[in-house]
């Protein structure tokens, strides 16, 4: 008896013990990944990990973070093969943004295998989703080249700049693959791309559009109600910096793939019709002074109104948006702290956003994106998911008549010019 009992203890002891441990400086964390179509139905997938350990087979480039690029037939695959050069697994808590090439994004089946085939654990759903114009291994080398900041805060910041200025909306991991999956809802992402593309590809082109703006700015008359400044497309931000990457706009999915684009300023305009916290700034000609310009700051008041109505011709949405302006600067010395004028100003701004807001809603019924969800509000119209499906919303989607409404109070009408 005391023999079996001794064993026993002894089993015990050896049982004991962090057999399983696994040390920080074991494990490559990757910060960003890319994915890329590839030859023969390949996948392209790159990371971009800290150089915490030495020798890792990377480039380099005088940085303190490396990439590194596999090819295989799935995510899965390309991700094992990465334990053949580096010394430790990779791990993906960390893991701050996925960039996917816009090649692979309008590729609805091939965008499928590699959303649909994700089982990894350690990868968070609240990670960031971005679309590249240019290779997603191009973009994420742009990415860690010349950081103005640290890569993990300059990855963390791109939410807090997102609710600032709305020039894109932050997308997270698992709302994009909920969107795509489901039927009745179609979803964005954030858009971007290099400079140095834009300017090769563009430089004809973006020649005549200075050209063109130069030609409107002198033909501005006071009946004009459209913003000065258009928007942007990644590469074509007026910015210099040695980091040449760039994000501004959305890249819009509908039926499972990538069908177009917003610009900054479409972005922002989705902003407002869909967020609570955001700003846009719009330089506008002064209505009562053709030869000078007013600067406003456009904040929701609150979340936006949808109401769906079934007809017999077309479904007919009503969209009430609510907004507050400041006025941020005025060149002339235009007085809107009467009465008269301060109606004269609420009257056009409110105007500008209405045309702005149903300018887009046509833009995404040709895209046949609906990315405003407005068939959530028709669905509830229908008490069976059956009689939902018979109703085809999808192909009566781009017939819809879609009317916007806009309240907007002014806060403060500006300081007038001394």
């Not at 002894?10 to 890319?34: A, N, Y």
């Not at 795509?180 to 809802?185: P, W």
Request: aromatic share 6%; charged share 25%.
């Amino acid at each position: 008896m005391k023999n079996k009992l001794l064993i026993c203890i002894l089993c015990l002891l050896l049982c004991t013990g962090c057999w399983d441990k696994s040390e920080l400086e074991d494990h490559t964390f990757v910060v960003m990944m890319g994915i890329d179509k590839a030859d023969n139905e390949n996948v392209t997938v790159t990371v971009a990990f800290p150089l915490t350990q030495a020798g890792s087979g990377g480039s380099k480039d005088e940085s303190e973070y490396s990439t590194m690029s596999a090819s295989a037939p799935s995510v899965v695959e390309a991700l094992n093969l990465f334990g053949t050069k580096l010394a430790g697994p990779l791990s993906f808590f960390s893991t701050k943004s996925i960039v996917i090439s816009e090649e692979l994004a309008r590729d609805a089946r091939m965008l499928r295998r590699v959303l649909s085939s994700w089982r990894y654990e350690q990868m968070r759903k609240n990670t960031n989703v971005l679309i590249s114009s240019c290779k997603a291994s191009g973009f994420i080398k742009a990415r860690l080249d010349n950081p103005v900041i640290d890569i993990l805060r300059q990855e963390d910041l791109i939410l807090e700049h997102a609710n600032f200025s709305a020039y894109y909306t932050a997308v997270q991991f698992l709302d994009l693959i909920i969107n795509l999956k489901t039927g009745t809802m179609d979803g964005a992402a954030m858009y971007g791309g290099l400079a140095e593309g834009a300017e090769e590809e563009g430089k004809q082109q973006q020649k005549q559009n200075e050209e063109d703006k130069e030609e409107q700015q002198k033909e501005k008359t006071q009946n004009e109600n459209q913003s000065v400044k258009s928007g942007y497309l990644p590469g074509e931000l007026p910015l210099e910096a040695d980091n040449k990457s760039q994000i501004c706009g959305l890249a819009i999915f509908s039926d499972g793939k990538m069908v177009g684009t917003l610009s900054s300023d479409e972005a922002q305009v989705y902003a407002m019709m869909t967020r609570s916290r955001t700003r846009k700034i719009m330089t506008l000609p002064d209505p009562l002074d053709s030869d000078g310009s007013i600067v406003v700051s456009i904040l929701p008041n609150g979340k936006s109104k949808i109401r769906g109505y079934l007809t017999d011709a077309a479904p007919v949405f009503d969209i009430t948006v609510n907004l507050n302006c400041v006025v941020e600067n005025i060149t002339k010395d235009t007085d809107y702290t009467t009465d008269e004028n301060y109606a004269v100003l609420t009257e056009y701004i409110t105007q500008v956003c209405t045309e702005n807001m149903q300018e887009l809603v046509t833009k995404l019924q040709g895209l046949n994106a609906d990315i405003l969800h407005l068939g959530d509000k028709l669905m509830r119209h229908f008490p069976t998911t059956r009689e939902w499906d018979g109703y085809n919303w999808r192909e009566r989607y781009g017939n819809a008549e879609i009317r916007v409404h806009v309240n907007l109070s002014i806060d403060r009408a500006g300081v007038v010019k001394a």
